[in-house]
């Protein structure tokens, strides 16, 4: 058979419902739709828990010591490389340093004075102060201090010195987190002296960044040396392993049912046509004619069904999450959505080797 008359016949068994593509077609959306959509639903969970993570400031570690923080290799930290399968190419994103510089007294509270900081310009980015911010002329304070003061960004506060220009506030709840920067003024200052503490956000959490903490400590005669780390906020634990989380979730092998059903899809459908595929061998048509009839048949009940099975988790994730994360969710379906494309076929190619000539008068007399 020429490939226009294979074409021609593969359409008028679509058309005419012998193939059964809508069938076919709504059973393996269902399937591939729901265990996609589980595998999502375990993912998005994973990405909830990471934001609570960087939330919470678990992400940020401390290595403190009096005055034996050099603030250029604070800095430089975050030009460090991962090289373990844990870590990302940069997992320190973001650095600072801070230093202890006496108190501040506020004509709103006289008789409380706050602790005052000297903060290296990079702290903005590991409290998560806007460009903008940063690149106003002031203080930073915490969002707790501003809520108790009545103050925003942009107000100024009356102190014993002077006024004061509140340039940024930074998001610091009570939570369990480290809370000496709470009620603090934050004045941003050029990386110069020695600091007290150099302070970190790992994403993704691992160990063996944080160890690199370590190397910003400098030996002071008489003092103990600073190498004990600590976490901002330890409430939700000291480790967060998603990666590993990631690719040991349950839901994962789920995903393997879109394939493994698109082949039984074929294999039945075509084992219930077996008396016309027979029939068809036992007139002379070549069997690879007949292969390639039930291969474009195949094709157009699967490809829709898995393509329609895409546009719907991309659409579910777009709703759920946005469309910045869609693309991405998406995306981690998608191999196994286009396995069950080959599945389907070599569900039929199995289907077809099952049926032989020989056979005909046998499926014939046990027809049903």
């Known amino acids: 058979m020429k490939f226009p008359s294979i074409v021609s016949e593969s359409w008028r068994d679509i058309v ?40 919470s400031g678990a992400a940020i570690h401390i290595i403190a010591g009096d005055k034996q923080i050099d603030p250029a290799d604070c800095n430089t930290l975050t030009q460090a490389t991962g090289s373990s399968e ?98 603090a003024i934050l004045i941003p200052t050029a990386s110069s002296g020695p600091y007290d503490e150099c302070w970190a956000t790992i994403t993704p959490d691992n160990p063996d960044a944080a160890s690199l903490l370590n190397a910003t ?36 092998t789920m995903l393997c049912a879109t394939p493994i059903t698109a082949m039984l899809i074929a294999i039945v459908s075509l084992r219930a046509r077996r008396i016309e595929i027979a029939d068809n061998l036992h007139m002379g048509l070549p069997r690879q004619d007949i292969w390639k009839t039930q291969a474009i048949e195949t094709l157009a009940w699967s490809l829709p069904a898995l393509l329609g099975a895409a546009a719907a988790i991309y659409l ?6 946005g469309r910045s994360n869609a693309l991405t969710l998406t995306a981690t379906q998608l191999p196994l959505l286009s396995a069950a494309l080959a599945t389907a076929q070599i569900g039929t190619l199995m289907a077809m080797a099952s049926i032989q000539t020989k056979q005909l008068f046998a499926f014939f007399k046990n027809r049903q």
Not at 105 to 122: E, K, V
Not at 223 to 249: E, H, V
Request: hydrophobic fraction near 45%; aromatic fraction near 6%; charged fraction near 15%.
């Open 316 to 321: 579910f994730t777009a709703i759920v999450s």
């Open 86 to 183: 844990r870590t990302t190419a940069h997992p320190i994103t973001a650095t600072g340093a801070l230093r202890q510089t006496g108190s501040i007294t506020l004509s709103a509270m006289s008789s409380s004075p706050l602790d005052a900081w000297n903060a290296t310009p990079g702290m903005a980015d590991v409290l998560g102060i806007s460009m903008t911010r940063q690149a106003a002329t002031g203080v930073w304070i915490s969002s707790q201090l501003a809520q108790t003061l009545h103050a925003r960004e942009g107000d100024d506060l009356a102190t014993a010195h002077g006024s004061m220009h509140i340039a940024g506030v930074f998001a610091w709840p009570d939570d369990s987190r480290d809370q000496r920067i709470a009620y």
């Open 217 to 252: 400590a400098v030996a002071t005669p008489g003092s103990a040396p600073a190498t004990q780390t600590k976490q901002a906020n330890a409430a939700l634990g000291s480790n967060l392993d998603l990666a590993a989380s990631y690719r040991q979730r349950a839901t994962r």
């Open 16 to 55: 005419s419902g012998t193939t059964r593509a809508i069938t076919c077609a709504v059973i393996l959306f269902a399937v591939a739709l729901t265990a996609c959509l589980f595998d999502l639903t375990s993912i998005l969970a994973m990405q909830e828990q990471s934001r609570q993570w960087l939330a």
